[in-house]
Structures are given as structure tokens and as C-alpha cells.
């Protein structure tokens, strides 16, 4: 059997289509037996570019009666990232739920995106561990990071 079914071109997120950035160093630690970045610290850069994020947006706000989650992680690796260098972490806001904030993210090397991927983090309750309504003025302030593609 042969398939000719022609696939549509990938288009690949640049860092203008972020609203915020922040830049990581590459560690020596950072790579696997192959010389490149290992898989799992792809999450870990995700990870560091919600962490800037999150406090960039919310500022000093405290949430007493419930803390954030994440429910889903989605990473494609597009290019192996090498040492020594930095990567760019974009990350702008794509989904907003009644609970949940749907997080895009890309990792660029050198200008080129070698990994994109979503984080889905959902509000819960501290002492019922049950989702919860994320309050309005957060919502406010996430609607001012929405992608921008």
C-alpha cells in the first residue's frame, strides 16, 4: 500500500509569539550520555519558564485556601540542545478555564525552536484537593498574556 497523502508543513511557534521570556544557561549537568540536553530537563526548563511566569503575573499574591497543579504536561522535541549555551523559555497563556490556565511554551536555541509543548495547571482547594474556581483578578491579568499567534 502506498500512501501520497501530502502532510501539511509544520508551522513551527516563534518568540514573538510569547509574551514573556526568560533566558536559562545550559549546565554541564543538563546533558545525558549522547552530549545533548536530556529529555526530562526539557520539563525542567518548561517548569523554570511557569515558575518566572507565574511569579511575573501574580506578583506577591498568596493563595491561603488553595495552591495550583499541573494536570498535563504535552513536550515535543523538535532539535537536541547542546552545551555550552543558553535557551530562550517563551511562555504566554492559551487556554483560560473556569479552574484551569493552559499554558503554551517553546524552548529556542540560537533563535531556533527546538522544543514546543502545553501545561495545563488547574486551582485546587488545599484541604479538599478538589478544583476551584480560579478567583476574577487572576483571570484578569491572565487575559493580558494570551498568545499572541
Given at each position: 500500500m502506498?500512501?501520497?497523502?501530502?502532510?501539511?508543513a509544520?508551522?513551527l511557534p516563534?518568540p514573538?509569539?510569547?509574551p514573556?521570556?526568560v533566558?536559562?544557561?545550559?549546565?554541564f549537568?543538563?546533558l545525558d550520555?549522547?552530549?545533548?540536553?536530556?529529555?526530562a530537563?526539557f520539563a525542567?526548563y518548561?517548569e523554570?519558564?511557569?515558575?518566572?511566569f507565574?511569579?511575573?503575573?501574580y506578583?506577591?499574591?498568596?493563595?491561603?485556601?488553595?495552591?495550583?497543579?499541573v494536570?498535563r504536561?504535552?513536550?515535543?522535541?523538535?532539535?537536541?540542545i547542546?552545551?555550552?549555551?543558553?535557551?530562550?523559555?517563551c511562555t504566554?497563556?492559551?487556554?483560560?478555564g473556569?479552574?484551569?490556565v493552559?499554558y503554551?511554551?517553546?524552548?529556542f536555541?540560537?533563535g531556533?525552536c527546538?522544543a514546543?509543548g502545553k501545561?495545563t495547571?488547574v486551582?485546587?482547594n488545599?484541604?479538599t484537593?478538589t478544583?476551584?474556581?480560579?478567583?476574577?483578578e487572576i483571570?484578569?491579568?491572565?487575559k493580558?498574556?494570551?498568545m499572541?499567534?
Open positions: 502506498n500512501d501520497t497523502t501530502v502532510k501539511p509544520r508551522t516563534r514573538d509569539d510569547f514573556f521570556r533566558t536559562e544557561t545550559i549546565r549537568r543538563d550520555r549522547n552530549g545533548h540536553v536530556n529529555n530537563v525542567t518548561f523554570t519558564g511557569r515558575v518566572f507565574i511569579r511575573s503575573v506578583g506577591e499574591r498568596q493563595f491561603a485556601d488553595g495552591g495550583f497543579v494536570a504536561l504535552e513536550l515535543n522535541y523538535l532539535k537536541e547542546l552545551w555550552p549555551g543558553q535557551v530562550e523559555i504566554g497563556v492559551e487556554r483560560i473556569t479552574s484551569s493552559t503554551a511554551q517553546a524552548l536555541v540560537n531556533e527546538a514546543n501545561t495547571i486551582r485546587i488545599k484541604a484537593k478544583s476551584t474556581p480560579l478567583p476574577e483571570v484578569g491579568l491572565l493580558q498574556q494570551m499572541r499567534a
